[in-house]
């Protein structure tokens, strides 16, 4: 089983930058698809990117794609998410997932293919 934790979050004016880290312990995260989520307050959790098991695939939301970039580090544990040009409609809290089974090609767009959830790091941009 993984555990995942979020880091990277804070306060960026419009237009500024952030990357997002997601550090794993209990199995790597080169087990795993992972992906990244965020839920704006009084919304439903949606789907920004993901990362497939190799790492030679991605896929974006159509509201971020050509703003934002997932990678993976296997050999730091850890996935990130470079996030430029950054808008106030990204405010969010952001969560990282890893896939419900290991060695899952992945990359997956739907919350229900992840099996394990950090806590999450809350974005804001100002405007």
């Known amino acids: 089983q993984v555990q995942l934790v979020e880091s990277g979050g804070g306060l960026v004016q419009a237009g500024g930058s952030l990357r997002l880290s997601c550090a794993a312990s209990g199995r790597t995260v080169g087990d795993y698809a992972m992906g990244w989520f965020r839920q704006a307050q009084g919304k439903e959790r949606e789907f920004v990117a993901a990362i497939s098991w190799g790492g030679s695939r991605t896929i974006y939301a159509n509201s971020v794609s050509g703003r934002f970039t997932i990678s993976r580090d296997n050999a730091k544990n850890t996935v990130y998410l470079q996030m430029n040009s950054l808008q106030p409609e990204d405010t969010a809290a952001y969560y990282c997932?890893?896939?419900?089974?290991?060695?899952?090609?992945?990359?997956?767009?739907?919350?229900?293919?992840?099996?394990?959830w950090g806590q999450g790091t809350q974005v804001t941009v100002s405007s």
């Open positions: 997932a890893a896939a419900r089974v290991t060695y899952l090609s992945g990359p997956y767009s739907r919350a229900t293919d992840y099996g394990y």
